[in-house]
């Protein structure tokens, strides 16, 4: 049983085992041959191209407080970027206990007591709910991104107001589903956990047998 998973390198933990078996349970979050997620340095670059573009603004990228804001983070630390980075409060324990788990994040400043200039020129991490709230209006004209999957859907982007759509995700994408599924030759499939059906068609042209598990409130979980 995969729970949630990726296959690309992530700094801040283990990597995904692949374990043979009888029968696999996997997710099917993005489960779509649409789904197929950049390379995450090149998403990184386009982040650092914005920030550096325009000084006078900050970059308010939104990412989970568990995970994804210390992955972006360490990603940022891994092409060169050395300047400090503001937080919102809600991130804050959560980037002190990956420290304290030995993950090094450099040089990080609550934006409480912070002055706008000072911001100018700057990431800020904050968890999704912050980016449209009262909270980022003391940011210096933030650009507003986000770090997700989903951001592969230009109108998801859009109806949230993102400017820098970020396809970085927690999540396996139709290539990852697929070649793990490969990888672990299993006699039958099970898919929950997002598009199940187009995944167990896959299988099905594969030899492969394969359900659809179906459980209630999985459909859209945000990444």
């Known amino acids: 049983m995969s729970g949630d998973y990726k296959r690309r390198e992530d700094p801040t933990c283990a ?8 029968i696999f349970i996997t997710e099917a979050t993005f489960g779509l041959p649409v789904f197929r997620h950049p390379d995450t340095g090149s998403e990184i670059d386009r982040l650092l191209h914005r920030l550096h573009s325009d000084p006078s603004r900050s ?31 809600a991130v804050e324990r959560l980037c002190n206990l990956y420290e304290e788990l030995g993950v090094s994040l ?3 400043r609550h934006t409480a007591g912070a002055k706008k200039e000072e911001m100018a020129g700057h990431i800020v991490m904050a968890p ?10 003391r940011l210096p004209d933030p650009v507003t991104a986000m770090a997700s999957g989903w951001m592969r859907i230009r109108q998801r982007a859009r109806q949230s107001n993102i400017e820098l759509p970020l396809v970085i995700s927690d999540h396996a994408d139709w290539d990852e589903l697929t070649c793990t599924i490969r990888e672990l030759k299993p ?13 167990k068609h896959w299988c099905m042209l594969h030899q492969i047998k394969a359900r659809e598990l179906n459980l209630v409130g999985y459909e859209d979980e945000d990444d």
């Open 15 to 22: 990597p995904f085992e692949p374990v043979p078996c009888d």
């Open 59 to 89: 970059v308010l990228v939104g990412a989970y407080a568990l995970g994804k804001a210390q992955r972006v983070i360490t990603e940022l630390r891994r092409r060169g970027h050395e300047q400090p980075i503001y937080y919102h409060g």
């Open 106 to 108: 450099g040089e990080m």
């Open 128 to 137: 999704p709910s912050a980016l449209n709230d009262r909270w980022s209006r």
């Open 187 to 199: 006699r039958e499939v099970w898919i929950t956990h997002g598009r199940e059906e187009a995944l």
